[in-house]
């Protein structure tokens, strides 16, 4: 059973998440439509590895075809997502800073801001939702569970649109997975790197306790 007008996921990104995301959509039912910024050659042997509801294209074939459409690249090449195609459609972010890999963001290192709220900017018309950045892509495929399942790994969402987050919240817990609703997009550093219930096999209890637990890093 798929989230209802929702039957092709699109993605952004490739690597480790976006793979595993794209593997779940498939084995759920849903079409994948894989992008890189190599081109969609490069993903012939990964599309045929997924089987069946997998193929590739560009970013911009992505955005297009996905009903929602999952943002996971690094955070310094946003820019290069396209803005047009994604006015409307909710958008998931998987997104983590690390200055090492995406440069010194000035926003981000005084805390002005998100990484989703600088996805959200970029993308006026689009409603972003914080998603999948705190758990290992092996993890999204292999620490899932049937829902009802006892202390049922548990995964954070953010997103100022309160209709995008329930459907992403219903994509989530079909994928195997209990949501904690985290509320708007400014409160997503609770689940960024270093944070307490980061890359934790936490299930919602013990998630909502680490979200409530942690602090800025100015104030580590």
Not at 43 to 50: C, K, T
Not at 196 to 201: A, C, F, N, Q, S
């Amino acid at each position: 059973m798929t989230v209802r007008n929702i039957s092709t996921i699109g993605l952004i990104g490739a690597g480790n998440i976006g793979s595993a995301l794209a593997r779940l959509a498939v084995q759920h039912g849903y079409k994948a439509v894989l992008s890189n910024s190599r081109g969609p050659d490069t993903l012939a042997d990964l599309v045929a590895e997924i089987g069946d509801g997998a193929s590739a294209g560009t970013s911009e074939e992505a955005a297009r075809a996905g009903d929602i459409v999952v943002v996971t690249i690094p955070l310094k090449n946003i820019d290069a997502v396209p803005v047009e195609p994604l006015a409307g459609k909710i958008v998931i972010d998987t997104n983590n800073y690390y200055p090492q890999r995406d440069g010194q963001i000035a926003e981000l290192d005084d805390e002005s801001t998100t990484t989703s709220e600088l996805l959200q900017r970029h993308l006026p018309e689009s409603k972003v939702v914080k998603a999948f950045n705190h758990i290992g892509s092996a993890d999204l495929t292999s620490a899932n569970s049937p829902k009802g399942t006892p202390h049922r790994r548990a995964l954070a969402i953010f997103g100022d649109d309160e209709d995008a987050r329930a459907t992403v919240a219903e994509l989530i817990d079909e994928f195997g997975f209990d949501v904690v609703d985290g509320g708007p997009l400014a409160e997503g550093w609770r689940i960024q790197r270093d944070t307490p219930g980061y890359v934790k096999p936490d299930d919602a209890e013990n998630l909502r306790g680490h979200l409530a637990a942690a602090k800025r890093y100015r104030d580590m």
